[in-house]
């Protein structure tokens, strides 16, 4: 890009910054959660609600910090940027029934530390030292903090996959469904993200559309929350390529290629409470203001089983916001594909630090939200504030789209739209189902 162009990007980011202001963010209010309280039997009252609901924002936040220690666990197990040692390809088997890692997993821990000691320019090492200093923890003490950390994440994985099976056995669907959305109402928050939820929102989009549940052209401001960062390796995630957010791109796309709205003036705000996510979005805005496009590597692995639709997704994302690059070189049975986003696009994401089950940002004004993989790290009456919050972010008519199934105990202003599966492996065992909504 040259100065003048480079100029002109800067121009076209600072008007759209002076002529659209914040979003002022602040707590969830008494009169704005009654439904939720009365849902839920809650006694507090107004004086005893705005004391809980910064109690937990304080709590909900303070959750990040295992996230990142959840992260550091699947980047030890899978990770290739730092160790040619195999992959230990599921958490739950890195540790023995009497609760010692394996082998395998030890070996991957002790390549681990040995990397922390001289991460070199490798971002996700980098992240990890600071973060374990952070935390007080010395350079001796690594190995032993990441082995513990490892085998308290390898028995919780182990938990949930027995809390899944027990209620899969059961006979109550409706019990079984409930275990799947409130899951990690106890976990650390993670970032991770990955393509193929965006596939299944755009499936989703486009049926809602075909059935008239929306309207093309009505679109002007999208909310995404938890964009989230793709820094560890989980199923479809890798770390063979700087970090990466991926949502905001792919909605931003999906609006524009199912004709729900123009890209150019389209307003795309992303609501996140991780500092690493909003800071990593900042650098990104401010480096596409001086003209930098935005690479995004995209993995497909050929022994995923994907289905021809998620594939022709992940062969035609960024058409519209961008250009082919040139993709890293992967681990073996990868395919990738490279996009540039035009700094444009990149530049007119405006990120902002908000918990969304404790907090609103009033004048909003969203045609459409989003919100996947995030809402099933809370119990069901936070779900419920969350969805109070979303309803008042919303403009009428506009649509939120979810893919945790979320509590019947909503607001009154959101309508059920309906729940659709979208299948991303051949097999059918691996998709989302998501949840749309209708702001009355
Ligand atoms: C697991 S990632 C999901 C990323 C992406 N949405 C996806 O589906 O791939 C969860 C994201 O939600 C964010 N998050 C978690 N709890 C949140 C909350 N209460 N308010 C706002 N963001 C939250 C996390 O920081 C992270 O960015």
Redesign the pocket.
């Known amino acids: 890009m040259g100065n003048t162009q480079r100029f002109l990007a800067g121009v076209w980011v600072a008007c759209a910054v002076a002529c659209a202001a914040p979003p002022e963010v602040r707590f969830l209010s008494f009169a704005e959660v009654q439904d939720a309280l009365t849902a839920f039997n809650r006694t507090e009252d107004a004086a005893a609600w705005d004391a809980w609901v910064r109690t937990q924002d304080r709590d ?1 936040r303070a959750r ?1 910090d295992r996230g990142v220690e959840d992260s550091i666990s699947n980047l030890i197990l899978r990770g290739t940027s730092f160790t040619a040692l195999p992959r230990v390809e599921s958490a739950e088997s890195a540790t023995t029934s009497a609760g010692e890692l394996v082998g395998a997993a030890r070996a991957r821990v002790r390549a681990a530390a040995a990397a922390l000691a001289h991460p070199g320019t490798n971002e996700r090492l980098l992240f990890a030292c600071d973060f374990l200093s952070l935390r007080g923890v010395q350079p001796k003490e690594t190995e032993a903090f990441l082995a513990a950390n490892l085998v308290r994440f390898s028995q919780e994985q182990r938990g949930y996959q027995e809390k899944l099976s027990l209620a899969h056995k059961g006979s109550d669907p409706h019990e079984e469904r409930f275990i799947w959305s409130t899951l990690f109402d106890q976990r650390g ?6 393509l193929l ?1 965006n596939y299944a929102l755009e499936d989703t989009l486009r049926a809602m559309l075909r059935k008239g549940a929306l309207a093309p052209d009505s679109v002007r401001s999208i909310a995404v ?5 793709d820094f560890a390796d989980k199923r479809d995630g890798y770390d063979f390529y700087p970090l990466q957010t991926i ?1 905001p791109f792919a909605v931003m796309e999906a609006v524009a290629r199912l004709g729900l709205g123009k890209l150019d003036g389209l307003r795309l705000v992303t ?4 500092p690493a ?1 909003n800071a990593h979005l900042q650098r990104a805005a401010k480096q596409a203001r001086a003209g930098e496009s935005y690479v995004l590597q995209l993995p497909l692995n050929g022994a995923g089983d994907w289905t021809p639709q998620a594939v022709a997704y992940w062969e035609h994302f960024g058409e519209l916001i961008g250009s082919p690059a040139p993709s890293l070189a992967a681990p073996k049975g990868l395919s990738v594909r490279a996009v540039a986003i035009r700094p444009k696009y990149v530049a007119s994401i405006e990120p902002l630090n ?4 404790a907090q609103v940002a009033d004048g909003s004004g969203f045609d459409l939200v989003v919100a ?3 809402l099933v ?1 809370y119990d069901r009456f936070q779900q419920a504030l969350a969805m109070a919050a979303i309803a008042r972010m919303m403009n009428p008519g506009g649509a939120f789209l979810s893919n945790t199934v979320l509590p019947t105990q909503r607001p009154a202003a959101l309508e059920y739209l309906g729940r659709r599966n979208v299948s991303y492996s051949a097999s059918g065992s691996y998709g989302d189902d998501v949840v749309a909504y209708r702001r009355r």
């Open positions: 909900v990040t928050l993670s970032v991770d993200t990955s939820p929350i938890g964009p989230g960062l949502q609501l996140d409470l991780n996510v908000l918990d969304v089950v996947t993989n995030i790290y």
